[in-house]
């Protein structure tokens, strides 16, 4: 009789090791006598799936975390430049080189770190 094989199981092992321990043959796969069988022993190959938030749900979660980033990187993009501006019409030479600094490091994070929907 064929064992049940959890998933997690299943994830480590060899496709040939699973074949033999469900007793598929993966060349030829089950006869329709077989299916039935299994499927009377353990139901049909389908997950159970909960509806706690419908689909539109994530994809408007997703889309507005992609606009906060965005939302983000924009303003860096402005106040950074216009700090340095700041600093040069007020003269702070080493105020001037760690925001020129900033805004290097920020524009190399930004290309990393940006994630287009």
Known sequence: MMRCLKSSEAAGMPYHDIALQ???DIHVGL???????????????????TDDEPMWKKYLGQ???????AAILQAT?????MSVCLSVCLSHS???????LLLILDQLASYSTFIPL
Do not use: K
């Open 31 to 49: 006869s329709e006598f077989e299916v039935g069988q299994r499927r009377r022993n353990h139901g049909y190959n389908e997950f159970d799936i």
């Open 22 to 24: 469900l007793e598929v």
């Open 77 to 81: 993009l402005f106040i950074l430049p």
């Open 63 to 69: 889309a507005c975390l992609h606009c906060f980033y």
């Open 94 to 100: 080493l105020l001037i080189v760690l925001l020129v």
